[in-house]
């Protein structure tokens, strides 16, 4: 089964905060795509990144950078020096043995005070 | 570049009411295409996706239906409308074939639903 699971629901930091938003996923495929999306107030979703199973290095844009670790199935995303932009749900998802769905964990809400 | 239309933006029902939501995308061809409805403070629900044109693949056994009578374009329909159709509705693409795995999907603007 497929499963992306994001257990912070709610998270607030004050601006300049590094934050780290957790993804745990399930696959029993050996081969699968991780995704970050960001949903503003808006309700748009934007990508952030895609990578896949067989590259675990890890990945730095900016103040966002993304740790991978298929020991643990997390993939999770840290912001560092949070700004009141940054407010917005976050999902991570997966997609694996039928390339055409992507599973969504169910989103963590991040809240950036001034 | 390519971009992805939603219309409306926003939309209020009746019960029992007929529904139409059009997605468009420009700058590629021959996308698969997803529709997705979001229940407030929720996850992403996946109802249909397409891969061309007449085909599609149902997700969630409902009230609604999808329909891809272009190649960019994609339709979800309700024939009555129910309380529990409320939602913002967000459609999606992707590239086809993807050059190795799936592509990412890139998303509308959305159409926020509104059932009374």
């Known amino acids: 089964a497929q499963k992306v699971t994001q257990a912070q629901t709610e998270i607030s930091v004050v601006e300049k905060e590094d934050v780290t938003l957790d993804c745990v996923y399930e696959?029993?495929?050996?081969?699968?795509?991780l995704f970050w999306y960001k949903q503003p107030p808006s309700g748009e979703l934007v990508f952030l990144i895609r990578r896949n199973s067989f590259d675990e290095q890890n990945e730095i844009s900016g103040r966002y950078s993304w740790n991978f670790q298929k020991s643990t199935s997390s993939f999770n995303f840290t912001i560092t020096a949070s700004q009141v932009v940054d407010s917005a749900v976050y999902f991570c998802a997966l997609s694996s043995y039928n390339f055409n769905k992507f599973y969504f964990g169910s989103g963590t809400k991040l809240n950036v005070k001034p | 570049s390519q971009t992805i239309h939603q219309w409306p933006a926003t939309l209020v029902q009746p019960v029992g009411s007929p529904l139409s939501l059009e997605c468009t995308v420009e700058g590629t061809s021959n996308p698969n295409l997803y529709w997705y409805r979001q229940a407030a403070g929720r996850g992403l629900q996946l109802l249909f996706y397409s891969v061309g044109i007449g085909q599609i693949s149902s997700e969630v056994p409902q009230n609604l239906s999808a329909s891809r009578p272009q190649d960019r374009q994609f339709i979800l329909s309700s024939k009555k409308l129910l309380l529990s159709d409320s939602g913002f509705y967000l459609c999606?693409?992707?590239?086809?074939?993807?050059?190795?795995?799936?592509?990412?999907?890139?998303f509308g603007p959305g159409t926020r639903l509104t059932v009374l």
């Open positions: 696959t029993r495929d050996t081969t699968y795509y």
């Open positions: 999606a693409w992707s590239a086809f074939p993807a050059s190795v795995g799936p592509d990412t999907q890139y």
